[in-house]
């Protein structure tokens, strides 16, 4: 099996995944995608974004720069029929999210000023506006959910398991 991951993926930022792949002999080929960190080079109809935190989540949803360029990618899934999912990698639920607050810095202030209920909220239009599906999962199973949400495995165990760590957005809508 041969997954494509994007040139523009960081060097290092999921070496849990890189593992996983190598212990499973999936071969991985670098190359530029259109959307998202990850893709099936057999199939271009579906494709992976990973997000380490909720921090680097919010970084997407909240800052100006960041923002933009996030929607375009969103905006450019939707448009060439590319289902796109965006994987979390911290162990989380709605009711978790919705309570969720962030941590200070040394100095006391806050990371970010976004809370769950604004994270959530920016969720549900992003899934209602492009189509986009939130998935969490915990970061040593990040390869396997990878694989899963592109459709590479095909495994009921899987998804019994883990069916209260993954969300998606759109069956709550």
């Excluded at 997000?51 to 680097?56: A, Q």
Aim: aromatic share 12%; charged share 35%; proline share 1%.
């Amino acid at each position: 099996m041969e997954i494509l991951i994007d040139t523009r993926q960081k060097k290092d930022k999921h070496d849990n995944v890189d593992v996983y792949f190598l212990s499973h002999k999936i071969e991985v080929v670098s190359k530029p995608l259109n959307v998202g960190d990850y893709m099936l080079s057999e199939d271009a109809k579906v494709t992976v974004d990973s997000k380490s935190s909720l921090y680097e989540l919010c970084c997407d949803l909240f800052s100006r720069n960041e923002k933009a360029r996030f929607q375009r990618e969103c905006k450019r899934a939707k448009k060439l029929g590319i289902t796109l999912y965006i994987l979390i990698e911290q162990n989380f639920n709605k009711e978790k999210l919705l309570k969720w607050k962030s941590q200070r810095k040394s100095d006391g202030t806050l990371i970010t000023k976004a809370t769950g209920k604004s994270i959530y909220g920016k969720m549900q239009i992003y899934s209602l506006m492009f189509g986009v599906k939130w998935r969490f999962c915990r970061k040593k199973d990040t390869g396997k959910t990878i694989l899963k949400l592109l459709g590479a495995e095909k495994d009921d165990w899987f998804w019994k398991k883990y069916k209260f760590s993954l969300f998606c957005i759109q069956q709550v809508v």
